[in-house]
Every structure is written in C-alpha cells, then in structure tokens.
C-alpha cells in the first residue's frame, strides 16, 4: 500500500509541475535555500520530474553543483 500511495504522489507532483510549466512558471528560479526546483528533484532522486524538464528542453541548459563537482545534464 505504501509503495502503491508514493507512486500516487509521484505522479501527482509530475502533473502539477507540468501545469506550472505549461502556465509559464519558471523552473530556474531559486527557493529560499538558494535551490531551484531542478536541483530539489536531482537531490531527491526525482527521476519523473526530471524527465518532464527534459522534455522541456530545461535540463539541456542547466549545470549544477553536486558533492563538489561539476554535473552536466544533457
């Protein structure tokens, strides 16, 4: 059942974001913590949210700082 709810949210949070973005929201902006919503989801592990930049083209122009190095998203 738990891994059957997290799914559920994944999901969810995949379609809000896409909403966000199709209205114009920007995901290069940085939250209070200095972090933008594409390092939040490369931090957690967001592989669905990831793919919805990509497709957005956004990960093609982002590079960011991870453990000390360099990591260039193509």
Known sequence: VVGAQ???QQETAVEIIRLLLEKGCSP???DSYGKT???WA??????KILDLFAQYGL???TS???FGAKLHIR
């Open 59 to 61: 990960l093609e122009k």
């Open 64 to 66: 960011t700082l991870i």
């Open 6 to 8: 997290k799914e559920v």
């Open 28 to 30: 290069t902006i940085v």
């Open 37 to 39: 919503p594409i390092k």
């Open 42 to 47: 490369l931090a957690n592990g967001q592989i």
